[in-house]
């Protein structure tokens, strides 16, 4: 039988539907950012084009998908020819094939990139949604973030994309130290002020060895309370979704029909292809990692070699709790069948005496056939998590 029909014929948590592609380049390192990113080496992009293409063609050959995102870094830091190679070449091995018609191409891009050029390359290649990193609308919380742009270029980008690409989200960060409730009032006002579909917002957090943690730990930063985090979270809540942005996981808001695909499969536990510095996969129940050193990444894939440096394969048991985990931070929360459809186990079995007492706490809401955490419940969703675990 032909291996592709094989493949395919496996679930989606079994076999990939979904890919990711990670491109590191940016302009400058922002003082929060722990992702896998190189900052002012854009020499290498040619060689990182090369080094990427190796590894794509160790699928042998195309492998449809879904959904494809290219994130970072940033991807949009690309110009010109290295913009329209890597578009080239990830359609190329990775071909955007979806039973409904409406495949997802979804690429990351700063503010600041965004030009006519890039927006007509980005349509040419097919990309549908762009997700821009806003993160905020107020200069001195921007510096704090040590972020480049100029809020003035958000609405001039929206503007841009819309003319071309079918769904525009923005990114929003909260949280950061001197931020008010009428700062992220008036962050929240402009970003559904502008013609988008879906805001991701994120608590700012503060990752081991980036330069915000190095200076809270000298005390040179005060960060934010848990309670006035939360409140700015709840503040999210109220107005995005008062703006017919509907919550559908803890940090994400679309208007109805406009959430993100890819994203979900991460939030079903379903598998996934992942290529570039740092890129994690999930392929028939193995977790991968790719190295996160650049000259790593290009010696080995230009060997013929493969960047893989962690490999974990994950027992039913290890499944089913990350299948719960992650599965509970959606809105819509655990359908119990297809947990076990999925899975091979009973949710109850798993957690049947700690999900009741959440449900007893109101964090949860059981509603027979599905399972989800109520909005007291999202708010504190990574500890009641760690109990149901
Ligand atoms: S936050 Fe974004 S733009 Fe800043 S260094 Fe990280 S990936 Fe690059």
Redesign the pocket.
Known sequence: MDQSVTKLSEPPWVWPRAAYVHVPF?????G??D?A?V?GRDDQIGPYLDALRAELSTLGRPEPVRTLFIG???PSHLRGRHLQRLLRMVREALPLEADDGQPEFSVEA?PDDIDDQTVSILADYGVSRVSL?VQSFQPHLLRV???RHDPAQVPRAVERLRRHIREVSLDLIFGVPGQTPADWADDLRRAIALPIDHVSTYGLTYEKGTRLWKERARGRLIPLSEEAELQLYEQAIDTLEAAGLEQYEISNFARPGHRSRHNQTYWANEAYFGFGLGAARYVRFRRERNTRSLSLYLRTCLAGGSPTVEAEELVPDERAKETLAVQLRRVQGIDRQRFREQTGFDLDDLAGPAIARAVELGLLEDRGEVVRLTRRGRCVADAVITTLL
Do not use: P, Q, S
């Open positions: 940016c302009a400058h390192h922002c929060y950012c992702f990113v900052a970072g870094g940033t700063n990193g973030l040590e972020r």
